[in-house]
């Protein structure tokens, strides 16, 4: 078929098929005035797109097979873009879901994150000199304190400054150490042993009131024991009992001394004593001294022996 065919041509065509039939009849009977009647509707129909020409029975109607066919290919794509259009649809409706999920979540993290800032402490930074003894120190003063909730920090630089350089400073383990450093907690035992007299080293000992004790250091009349802990510990604590062989009207005294110096003596101890714990101070000594005066047949268990800072 020649030419363009206009939209408004396919949605009628239905209805001037049964025009195009009445013009064959028409042509049939040799009807000419009817005829060029139908002729006339095909035309106002159809334009130049159908002609129907003939004398007596013989009529044509240009490419309705074509007509036809194009009507049909545009049903085709018309249910086609129906498909596409309902599919880009769906995927709107789904784009729209998402949006929505990401805007709760934006939601939620913008307010998880306001709730950090709000516990979030407060900080100011402070440029702060030294003046020592009425002489100014040397030294950069820019940023040099921070106060975070109303406590103030200062610098490392600060810091040495007011300790001096005679002594030295350390950071470790969360502690920081001025001058020597010292050690942590540790067992008596893993101490060097200098020297002992009398002392018995075993594995268990029970007391006169019947408990246990672990690797623990039994004395007797005159017993002792000498600890070097290189002026590295500052206190010193053990558990003190009687051992349970001991006559029970026997006597006897734990003293111990830190570079020869006692710093402590225990009250008079029986068999009727009950155990009990001793925490003293030891002055960083390079020996610990422990000894123990008795009467005979008594004897004195010392276990969980530490020192520590």
């Not at 030294?139 to 109303?150: C, G, P, Y």
Request: aromatic share 8%; net charge negative.
């Amino acid at each position: 078929m020649k030419g363009t065919i206009k939209a408004a041509i396919i949605t009628g065509m239905f209805g001037v098929v049964g025009t195009v039939s009445a013009a064959v009849i028409g042509l049939y009977i040799g009807k000419n005035t009817e005829q060029q009647n139908i002729q006339n509707e095909i035309n106002e129909a159809f334009g130049d797109v159908v002609n129907v020409i003939g004398d007596g029975n013989d009529v044509t109607v240009n490419d309705i097979r074509e007509l036809v066919e194009e009507y049909q290919d545009l049903k085709k794509q018309n249910a086609s873009l129906v498909d596409q259009n309902t599919k880009y649809f769906d995927d709107l409706e789904k784009v729209t879901e998402e949006l929505e999920l990401l805007k709760g979540e934006s939601g939620s993290e913008m307010e998880r994150l306001n709730q950090q800032l709000s516990g979030m402490p407060s900080v100011e930074f402070r440029s702060m000199g030294l003046c020592m003894d009425g002489n100014d120190v040397a030294m950069d003063t820019t940023d040099s304190a921070v106060v975070v909730n109303n406590r103030v920090y200062y610098s490392d630089e600060f810091v040495k400054n007011l300790v001096g350089s005679g002594r030295s400073i350390t950071a470790q383990d969360g502690t920081l150490y001025i001058g020597k450093m010292i050690k942590e907690k540790e067992a008596l035992s893993e101490k060097w042993l200098m020297d002992k007299y009398k002392v018995s080293f075993t594995d268990v000992e029970t007391d006169s009131y019947g408990n246990n004790h672990t690797n623990p250091m039994v004395f007797y009349n005159g017993s002792s024991v000498i600890y070097n802990l290189s002026q590295e510990y500052s206190y010193f604590q053990c558990n003190i009992s009687i051992e349970n062989t001991s006559k029970i009207d026997r006597m006897g005294n734990i003293m111990i001394k830190a570079d020869g110096i006692e710093i402590y003596k225990s009250p008079d101890m029986t068999k009727l004593t009950e155990p009990f714990d001793i925490n003293i101070p030891i002055n960083n000594c390079s020996l610990l001294t422990i000894e123990f005066v008795a009467n005979s047949n008594i004897g004195c268990i010392i276990s969980g022996s530490t020192v520590y800072n």
